[in-house]
């Protein structure tokens, strides 16, 4: 291989290293991994399927890669970002926007009566217990942060066997 040979290689691993088809292909491969892990692990927590038991929105995420491919985008969507964050954190954890329960009083955490002697009761907002986070959220980010530069590196050995053979 003639060292003008070798240059143009160079130069051709260059351009699509930086912001070319390539690097977008890898991105999404990046992208899509990320959707499988996040899938598993919502599974993991919610009892073999990525949904709530009665909710309607699955935990579904997506991804979108930047035109120069350097830059890709995980999230959940938008009907299931409140999934997300209840497997993530919970819900009804206490001072949320003070509401505490049924008929209990944000203030001071005793039991409101009417007359009769009954529990008053919000119409506001139904109460639907308190559940703990399972931290499903963070687990997927710390294992897709763990992975992907991985999966970067072995298509970069792909790409470079490629080049120089």
């Not at 003008?4 to 690097?23: I, N």
């Not at 991994?33 to 996040?38: P, Q, R, S, Y």
């Not at 002697?117 to 217990?129: E, F, H, L, T």
């Amino acid at each position: 291989m003639t060292p003008a040979e070798f240059a143009a290689k160079v130069k051709s691993l260059e351009d699509d290293v930086d912001g070319g088809a390539w690097l977008r292909s890898v991105s999404r491969k990046v992208g899509e991994e990320a959707k499988g892990i996040a899938e598993r692990e919502a599974s993991a927590d919610l009892g073999g399927d990525p949904k709530f038991s009665g909710w309607a929105p699955t935990l579904d995420t997506k991804f979108m890669v930047r035109d120069d491919g350097r830059t890709m985008i995980f999230s959940p969507t938008r009907s299931s970002a409140g999934p997300w964050t209840t497997a993530t954190v919970g819900r009804n954890q206490g001072n949320a926007s003070g509401f505490a329960g049924p008929g209990l009083n944000s203030r001071t955490g005793t039991a409101a009566f009417t007359k009769r002697g009954n529990v008053r009761r919000r119409k506001a907002r139904r109460w639907n217990g308190r559940t703990e986070g399972k931290g499903t959220g963070d687990r997927v980010a710390a294992r897709v942060e763990k992975v992907a530069p991985d999966l970067i590196d072995a298509e970069m050995g792909k790409r470079l066997r490629k080049t120089f053979r």
